[in-house]
């Protein structure tokens, strides 16, 4: 019991001593060491966990040293790169001084690749504006106010209680019904095709020359009752012409005995809303109805389809803004054409009489700048003003009708993109058909030119009872003229081509028959 005491004593002493803390525990450790070899025993063996709490200890004590020398050494890192940094930008702004050079274009040369020149085209609208505000005042001065209120009724009324024109337009609505009438025969089958094709084409071949005879023998209506009347049943005929059309299409479909109606041209087969409620998805032939008729006969579109898309709802502001826009752009053009125009014709009555070239040009391009400024607010009236109006006033979805036609680098691409209705009703009912027959592309697109210088013949001689087919030949002008400018110009050159054809090619020929109509009317008291 004594030698297990004794060795156990030690060993109590030896735990004691590894725990303790200080500086006296190592000379313990020492002393206790040396007992152990003294009495022949092995060293004494330390617990991994002695060893644990031992190693943190070491680490704390070395851990601030290293800290410091790491925020010293950062210190002296921070100021070499500020030092470095002071010595670049001197070092850079030495050589801004010594060198100011650099390779570039100038911003006007087509290499620099430079665009903006939105400074340049203000400049140029200041310079219109005052410009066009310096011939005002001097015609103010030379004229005095012309603007007369009462003589624009005159126009379009000679006698207050005789409304010819009007009672022309309302007599449309036969040819109308006619249309209407003949299809629903055609979808029961109580005529032949062959039946309705005639009918048809009598009743376009009627829209075309009862208002043409109408408006030459009856003497009370005016030229501009004339031409609104003239230009309604044109809008007309090419909405019946495209009505019959794309009903025959439907009716090709539904004896091929198809199980659903498919995107055909104008048979869609999707379904589209407007707002919460849903539109009913119509299909032949149950679009034959008095409403779908009167919708597409008022809508701004000359191509008819099943289902038109619709818009959600109707934008009160949108609408006030665009009817402010059509009362006040009405105004001006009339101010504009009483103040600047009229006058500037009878002017150039005497130099068209006595033929004097030189002053006939002149007068013309005198006359070419109002008339194009003329045209470009009708324009505005009309195709954007006019028809947005419309199509919010019945949701028409659809509102393209106009791309940028003023980017045209083509004589093509004006007339594709200035007039969309017009463009798309040619494109589906006229051009492609012909090519499907087999026509060659550059026969198809002069006879479309063909058709629409047509149209702007009628709509010109008729009204003015007279024929000089400065418009029909103009329109077909442009056909070598598209060519031309295809062939040989692009780019600017051919934006500046397009331009000048139009201000001083066609309106310089609607010119030359409002002077005609002048000079046959008024010459001879002038």
């Given at each position: 019991?004594?030698?297990?005491?004794?060795m156990?004593?030690?060993?109590?002493?030896?735990?004691?001593?590894?725990?303790?803390d200080?500086?006296?525990?190592?000379a313990?450790?020492?002393?206790?060491?040396?007992?152990c070899?003294?009495?022949?025993?092995?060293p004494?063996?330390y617990?991994?966990?002695?060893?644990?709490?031992?190693?943190?200890?070491?680490v704390?004590?070395?851990?601030?040293?290293?800290?410091?020398?790491?925020?010293?050494?950062?210190?002296?890192?921070?100021?070499?790169?500020?030092?470095?940094?002071?010595q670049r930008?001197?070092?850079?702004?030495?050589?801004?001084?010594?060198?100011?050079?650099?390779?570039?274009?100038?911003?006007?040369?087509?290499?620099?690749g430079?665009?903006?020149y939105?400074?340049?085209?203000?400049?140029?609208?200041?310079?219109?504006?005052?410009?066009?505000?310096?011939?005002?005042?001097?015609?103010?001065?030379?004229?005095g106010?012309?603007?007369?209120?009462i003589?624009?009724?005159?126009?379009?009324?000679?006698?207050?209680?005789?409304?010819?024109?009007?009672?022309?337009?309302?007599?449309?609505?036969?040819?109308?019904?006619?249309?209407?009438?003949?299809?629903?025969?055609?979808?029961?089958?109580?005529?032949?095709?062959?039946?309705?094709?005639?009918?048809?084409?009598?009743?376009?071949?009627?829209?075309l020359?009862?208002p043409?005879?109408?408006?030459?023998?009856?003497?009370?209506?005016?030229?501009?009752?004339?031409v609104?009347?003239?230009?309604i049943?044109?809008?007309l005929?090419?909405?019946?012409?495209?009505?019959?059309d794309?009903?025959?299409?439907?009716?090709?479909?539904?004896?091929?005995?198809?199980?659903?109606?498919?995107?055909?041209?104008?048979?869609?087969?999707?379904a589209?809303?407007?707002?919460?409620?849903?539109?009913?998805?119509?299909?032949y032939?149950?679009?034959?109805?008095?409403?779908?008729?009167?919708?597409?006969?008022?809508?701004?579109?000359?191509?008819?389809?099943?289902?038109?898309?619709?818009?959600?709802?109707?934008?009160?502001?949108?609408?006030?803004?665009?009817?402010?826009e059509?009362?006040?752009?009405?105004q001006?053009?009339?101010?504009l054409?009483?103040?600047w125009?009229v006058?500037?014709?009878?002017?150039?009555?005497?130099?068209?009489?006595?033929?004097?070239?030189?002053?006939?040009?002149?007068?013309?391009?005198?006359?070419?700048?109002?008339?194009?400024?003329?045209?470009?607010?009708?324009?505005?009236?009309?195709?954007?003003?006019?028809?947005?109006?419309?199509?919010?006033?019945?949701?028409f979805?659809?509102?393209?009708?106009?791309?940028?036609?003023?980017?045209?680098?083509?004589?093509?691409?004006?007339?594709?993109?200035?007039?969309?209705?017009?463009?798309?009703?040619?494109?589906?009912?006229?051009?492609?058909?012909?090519?499907?027959?087999?026509?060659?592309?550059?026969?198809?697109q002069?006879?479309?030119?063909?058709?629409?210088?047509?149209?702007?013949?009628?709509?010109?001689?008729?009204?003015?009872?007279m024929?000089?087919?400065?418009?029909?030949?103009?329109?077909?002008?442009?056909?070598?003229?598209?060519?031309?400018?295809?062939?040989?110009?692009?780019?600017?050159?051919?934006?500046?081509?397009?331009?000048?054809?139009?201000?001083?090619?066609q309106?310089?020929?609607?010119?030359m028959?409002?002077?005609?109509?002048y000079?046959?009317h008024?010459?001879?008291?002038?």
């Open positions: 019991m004594s030698d297990r005491a004794e156990r004593g030690p060993v109590s002493r030896r735990r004691r001593t590894t725990i303790s200080g500086g006296g525990s190592g313990v450790k020492q002393a206790n060491g040396s007992k070899h003294d009495a022949g025993e092995k004494p063996q617990s991994a966990k002695a060893k644990r709490d031992e190693v943190p200890r070491h704390s004590n070395n851990g601030n040293g290293k800290v410091d020398r790491e925020m010293g050494m950062s210190a002296q890192q921070q100021q070499l790169a500020n030092r470095t940094r002071k930008s001197l070092v850079e702004d030495i050589n801004e001084k010594l060198s100011c050079h650099v390779l570039q274009e100038s911003l006007l040369s087509s290499a620099s430079y665009s903006n939105r400074g340049i085209l203000n400049w140029c609208v200041v310079m219109l504006v005052l410009s066009n505000a310096r011939l005002f005042l001097e015609n103010i001065i030379k004229y106010i012309l603007v007369d209120p003589q624009v009724v005159s126009l379009f009324l000679k006698d207050p209680y005789s409304w010819p024109a009007a009672c022309l337009i309302i007599v449309s609505n036969v040819f109308i019904l006619a249309a209407l009438y003949t299809e629903r025969r055609l979808a029961v089958g109580t005529i032949t095709q062959m039946t309705g094709l005639i009918i048809h084409i009598f009743n376009l071949t009627s829209m020359i009862f043409s005879a109408t408006v030459l023998i009856v003497t009370s209506i005016t030229p501009v009752g004339g609104l009347s003239l230009g049943y044109t809008v005929f090419l909405k019946l012409y495209s009505y019959q794309t009903n025959r299409w439907c009716r090709e479909l539904r004896q091929a005995k198809a199980k659903r109606l498919t995107r055909s041209y104008s048979c869609p087969s999707v589209q809303s407007n707002g919460s409620a849903v539109h009913t998805h119509v299909f032939p149950g679009n034959l109805t008095h409403r779908d008729m009167y919708y597409f006969v008022f809508a701004p579109t000359l191509c008819y389809q099943l289902n038109f898309p619709r818009s959600p709802r109707i934008r009160i502001r949108f609408l006030m803004r665009r009817l402010f059509m009362l006040f752009f009405m001006l053009l009339v101010g054409i009483q103040q125009m006058p500037t014709i009878q002017n150039s009555m005497k130099p068209f009489q006595e033929m004097d070239f030189s002053r006939m040009v002149e007068r013309l391009l005198k006359l070419a700048v109002p008339n194009h400024l003329i045209w470009l607010i009708f324009f505005y009236w009309f195709f954007h003003s006019s028809m947005n109006f419309v199509a919010e006033l019945l949701q979805g659809d509102r393209e009708f106009y791309k940028d036609w003023w980017n045209s680098e083509t004589v093509t691409y004006f007339w594709a993109n200035w007039n969309i209705p017009v463009h798309k009703w040619c494109l589906r009912h006229f051009y492609k058909p012909m090519l499907k027959k087999g026509v060659n592309k550059f026969l198809a002069t006879a479309v030119f063909m058709m629409s210088a047509f149209f702007h013949e009628y709509l010109v001689s008729v009204p003015l009872k024929f000089r087919l400065w418009a029909f030949m103009g329109m077909m002008a442009q056909v070598p003229l598209a060519w031309f400018v295809g062939r040989f110009l692009n780019g600017n050159y051919g934006n500046a081509a397009v331009w000048m054809s139009l201000i001083i090619g309106p310089v020929a609607v010119l028959y409002v002077h005609d109509y000079v046959i008024y010459g001879s008291t002038t």
